[in-house]
């Protein structure tokens, strides 16, 4: 019996994917449970598992669209694998060797070789090469693919975002020398009590929702002719991954520990990497944190997560020549960038929401008492 194998539904508004890897081949023995394909959607890539057992027909090959539903390949339940070809031909059906090719018979009689030949004539050298003509670069200077669909859907995202909102960037830095010294103070007592690294990022998610209590403009968003302001704190984190920037999103930021918050990145970030975060995972933020330093940048200007009024930007911890009390010392510092839709939030509402944040890395112990 023949069972199709089809592109299940991955969420309501996903109707197409890209079935991007085939993990068992044409022809091969599967089981009921097995990973034969993974699907890429615009927001999450899908392992999709037999659901019988048998032999495996592949109808389309990967790197092709398919439409949720379309029936991708089909499991012959109790079949076998078909023997190697080698194998099943005996020696009786193998084709008997071709007869050796005779060599012609020689002649009885050669004639005999004149006792003088006349010198044969030189040949004439081969005419030189004519000029190559110049011709358009070879196809092997570059390639081309499809974009895939996350990647097609973070192009649409941030255009539509720059079209559909008024987008403005406010700057300021702050000094990490606290958070770095508190961090380090603490890093061996909180591993061994939480099995977890503490890092610099669940400071600042606990900093930003600070900030959007304090600012809750900022925790808004415009649908319609309407302002809706968000009651909770489920912050996004821009992962970067091999196939896209991605954003999970940490709930309750505002009722978890560092050690929960520190927990649920990590389990993000590992998920992230094996391809397995979901689509639920992706929904629901009220404001995004993407730090851009772990890659080097010192400054940029972060795009909006539609439909969100507000992301703010870290960026690289550097070294520089500050002025403290009339001295000028070097200390860890850092540009912190927020933009925010200027068409919900006002300049000075956002340069509050962003001296908060930088007040609450600056002394981060009003984050750990609750102050």
């Given amino acids: 019996m023949s ?26 023995a599967v089981a009921s449970g097995d990973i034969l394909f993974t699907l890429e959607t615009d927001k999450v890539s899908t392992e999709v598992n037999a659901t019988e057992s048998g032999i495996l027909k592949i109808l389309v090959p ?36 071709a007869p050796a090719a005779s060599a012609p018979a020689a002649p009885k009689e050669a004639p005999a070789a004149p006792k003088e030949t006349a010198p044969e004539p030189a040949p004439e050298p081969a005419p030189a090469p004519a000029p190559a003509a110049v011709s358009a670069p070879s196809d092997s200077r570059v390639t081309r693919k499809k974009l895939s669909p996350l990647r097609r859907k973070i192009a649409t995202q941030l255009v539509a975002a720059q079209h559909n909102a008024a987008i403005l960037t406010t700057f300021n830095e702050c000094d990490m020398s606290a958070v770095i010294q508190l961090r380090k103070t603490m890093q061996e007592d909180f591993q061994k009590k939480h099995g977890i690294k503490l890092g610099f990022m669940s400071f600042f998610i606990k900093a930003a929702v600070d900030a959007l209590k304090a600012v809750p403009s900022i925790n808004s968003r415009l649908d319609g002719e309407e302002l809706v302001t ?43 990497r094996e391809g397995k975060i979901g689509l639920d995972d ?36 550097q070294d520089r020549p500050v002025a403290v009390n009339g001295q000028v010392v070097i200390r860890p510092m850092m540009y912190l960038a927020l933009s925010y839709d200027h068409r919900v939030v006002d300049g000075k509402e956002a340069v509050t929401f962003l001296v908060r944040v930088k007040e609450c890395i600056e002394n981060p112990m009003r984050l750990l008492l609750g102050t």
Avoid at 4 to 25: D, F, Y
Avoid at 63 to 83: D, M, R, W
Wanted: aromatic share 4%; hydrophobic share 40%; glycine share 12%.
């Fill in 62 to 97: 990967e790197g092709e669209e398919v439409k949720i539903g379309q029936a991708v390949a089909s499991i012959e339940a109790g079949g076998a694998a078909p023997a190697p070809k080698a194998a099943t031909a005996s020696a009786k059906e193998a084709p008997a060797p």
């Fill in 3 to 28: 069972i199709e194998v089809k592109v299940p539904a991955v969420g309501e508004s996903i109707t197409t994917g890209l079935l991007s890897v085939w993990h068992k081949k044409d022809g091969e």
């Fill in 282 to 317: 992706l929904q629901g933020g009220v404001f995004t944190i993407s730090n851009g330093g772990v890659y080097g940048s010192l400054m940029s200007t972060p795009i909006l997560n539609p439909p969100q009024s507000g992301i703010l930007g870290m960026h690289k911890t």
């Fill in 230 to 272: 968000n009651q909770y704190y489920d912050l996004g984190v821009a992962v970067g991954t091999e196939k896209g920037l991605i954003v999970p999103v940490v709930r309750n930021c505002d009722q978890k520990s560092f050690a929960d918050i520190e927990r649920d990145l990590a389990e993000y970030a590992t998920r992230a």
